[in-house]
């Protein structure tokens, strides 16, 4: 943020080349075009132009003459100046910003946080219902075998793949969004974006390169076209500058240099006459600056289509300049101004970045708000949104006028979106009262001036080639300065929240049936009816496998808030549904006469395995390609499992005869009838909803 390398102190009335750390108040030191202002100072001789675009937004130059503040971090584009330091240090304003930033805050997950709820829920229900099973089992059977159902009650109530799952989908997003040159600086912020639904963007920096471009050239003289000589005179003006600004960079590109041109004397630009002038021999004195200036100051008097034009540009936020020729002879002196005839008047507009249209459509498309806060004018601010496709919502607003309350500054925010002159600790206020209203805000910028807000919201947004503050502070850093990469963001925040809440359903959904078969078998004093390795084939082949896969699919999905909710919804019935099957085919084994408890127990496995394989299928609709792929792989699986006698061995399982195998069939049946009678209800219910208007 701070980068002069070397500053030239007057210390007794010697001059020292010294480091900008040595610096103590009341050091006089001096700056001139190129430097960085390195502590906070007053001008005390000279006058500057300083570049604050970082600090506040303001995207032109500011002038400093002597009594001014200049802060630190600012850039001199113009003047020399000896400056007194007033603060130093960590008491410096850019200092100060960056301090405000350093304390480290994690992005606000809800799939963090919900996976945290439901392992605290799933801990405090498997304790006592553990405690159960264990007693129960030791109770009712031999130690070995109660060890064994013990083991298998216990261990199937653990979700033990969810945490992991969860870290694998976003690990995996971040390496995606990597190569489309996004960097994530934290696995939860590729969850935020996609729950965002207020976008505020910075102009200069974000919005804009920070470049200008020429737009239009309107000749005094009316013809329309532009002169030989306006074009030359131009190139040349552009090409004389030593030390070219934004504006002079944009005039450069616009007209090239022309042959013949020499300088032979030269007036720089400055804040207090506002305008420059060159002379260059026989091709005459042209002088390039403000044209509220040049025109009242001419010798050819007011020119009303120049001056209604001038009006009509200024209103739409652009920036004009007047080109003006020196008429008189004589040397080249700050009294030729009074002797100009105006040439042409330059029009400049910001120019936007080139992806910055189609990714505000594409936010606006998706119900997701955007408000334009600068620090620049109100209007430039405006007539840039437009320009970026952005229809301005009430009158463009003034941040001096708006109110420090919360509530009310929020009311603000919701009846515009578009603020100017607004300074850092307005962003941060802002974006805290957008967040107290509710909303989930995600913050863009570049420059220190936006330091407190990206740190407050929700997400930050840095630009790749914003100050290293903005850079150390933001959660996704945009490499190469595109806005066009978060909607990639956003597809693949999509991705994880749709996927991981499959992968909680079928985690949470073993946790509940698991709990409620714990809590039967220990009040009817059965026997556990699974061994742990029969829940490792139905976990593997229902949960594990499918769940890693579901877990890195496809899925563009709205994000919605409630995640545990929805998976709590899901899971219990189904849990308890899946669970009453198990137990039913299990007694319904269990009272046939002479059957063994091994026969048994595989007719139990072979239900929990029909109904989760169901239930599976279910969160994995819309069935694609793939998906019906991997469901019939799962499903041959399983029966080579039950086909091969060294696979049946292996897992102790011991076919049951062929009625009770029937019997089994009919029990999945009707639980999958079930099933689908209330998803389907459930999904008809929530259709009628959407579809209804709200009174």
Avoid at 118 to 146: F, H
Avoid at 380 to 387: E, F, K, S, Y
Avoid at 410 to 439: I, T, W
Wanted: with cysteine; hydrophobic share 50%.
């Amino acid at each position: 943020m701070l980068t002069t390398p070397r500053v030239r102190v007057w210390r007794n009335g010697s001059p020292l080349d010294m480091n900008p750390d040595s610096l103590v108040i009341d050091d006089v030191f001096e700056l001139g075009p190129g430097d960085q202002v390195p502590v906070d100072g007053i001008v005390v001789d000279g006058e500057l132009e300083l570049d604050e675009s970082m600090l506040t937004g303001e995207s032109n130059a500011v002038a400093k003459p002597a009594g001014e503040i200049a802060l630190s971090g600012s850039l001199v584009t113009g003047g020399e100046a000896r400056v007194r330091a007033l603060a130093v240090g960590e008491a410096a304003y850019a200092h100060r910003l960056a301090a405000q930033a350093r304390q480290f805050r994690l992005a606000r997950s809800e799939l963090r946080a919900g996976t945290d709820r439901i392992l605290r829920l799933v801990t405090w229900a498997m304790v006592p219902a553990g405690v159960l099973l264990v007693s129960s089992q030791l109770a009712r059977t031999d130690l070995r075998d109660a060890l064994r159902g013990s083991v298998a009650g216990v261990g199937s109530m653990v979700p033990e793949g969810l945490v992991l799952l969860t870290s694998m989908a976003f690990a995996v997003a971040v390496i995606r969004l990597a190569r489309r040159r996004a960097l994530v600086r934290e696995l939860g912020a590729v969850e935020v974006l996609a729950r965002v639904d207020v976008i505020c963007l910075d102009k200069t920096g974000t919005l804009t390169d920070g470049e200008a471009e020429v737009t239009a050239v309107v000749p005094a003289s009316g013809t329309g076209a532009v002169e030989p000589a306006v074009a030359e005179a131009l190139g040349a003006l552009a090409t004389a500058d030593p030390r070219p600004n934004s504006t002079m960079r944009a005039v450069a590109r616009a007209f090239p240099p022309p042959q013949g041109w020499t300088v032979a004397g030269r007036i720089p630009f400055a804040s207090s006459r506002k305008w420059s002038a060159t002379d260059f021999g026989d091709r005459g004195t042209w002088l390039l600056g403000a044209p509220e200036v040049l025109l009242a100051a001419s010798s050819s008097g007011a020119d009303a289509r120049l001056d209604q034009t001038l009006t009509a540009e200024v209103g739409r936020g652009s920036r004009v300049l007047l080109l003006a020729r020196y008429v008189g002879a004589g040397p080249l002196t700050p009294e030729v101004v009074a002797r100009t005839t105006p040439q042409a008047l330059i029009v400049l507009e910001e120019k936007l970045r080139p992806d910055v249209a189609e990714t505000l459509a594409y936010f606006l498309d998706q119900g997701v708000a955007a408000k334009v806060i600068s620090g620049d004018n109100p209007r430039t601010v405006a007539a840039v949104a437009q320009r970026a496709g952005l229809a301005v919502v009430g009158e463009p607003v003034d941040a001096q006028d708006l109110p420090e309350d919360q509530a009310a500054l929020g009311a603000a925010l919701e009846s515009h979106n578009v603020f100017g002159r607004v300074v850092p600790d307005q962003k941060r206020a802002m974006v805290r009262a957008l967040q107290g209203a509710g909303h989930v805000v995600a913050m863009t910028g570049d420059g220190v001036n936006d330091v407190l807000a990206l740190k407050d919201a929700d997400l930050g947004v840095a630009m790749g080639s914003g100050t290293g503050a903005t850079r150390a502070v933001a959660k996704v850093l945009l490499l190469d300065d595109e806005l066009g990469a978060l909607p990639g963001v956003v597809a693949e925040g999509r991705r994880v929240i749709a996927n991981i809440e499959r992968v909680g359903n079928l985690f949470v959904t073993k946790t509940v049936y698991a709990l409620c078969l714990a809590v039967a078998v220990s009040l009817a004093r059965l026997p556990f009816p699974f061994l742990p390795r029969h829940l490792t084939v139905v976990s593997s082949l229902t949960i594990g496998i499918p769940g890693f896969f579901l877990a890195l699919a496809p899925d563009r999905s709205r994000a919605r808030p409630g995640y545990v909710g929805r998976v709590l919804r899901f899971a219990a019935p189904t849990g308890v549904v899946a669970a009453g099957a198990t137990l039913a085919a299990y007694a319904l084994a269990r009272d046939q006469p002479g059957l063994p408890l091994a026969q048994a127990r595989t007719t139990a496995t072979i239900v929990l395995f029909g109904v989760a394989f169901w239930v599976l299928a279910m969160l994995a609709r819309p069935i694609t390609g793939p998906r019906l792929g991997l469901m019939v792989g799962l499903a041959l699986a399983f029966v080579v499992v039950m086909a091969l006698p060294a696979m049946r061995s292996f897992y102790a399982l011991n076919l049951p005869p062929l009625l009770v195998s029937l019997a089994a069939v009919g029990i999945i049946a009707m639980a999958v009838g079930v099933l689908e009678s209330g998803w389907r209800t459930v999904n008809w219910i929530r259709e009628r909803r959407a579809s209804t208007p709200l009174a």
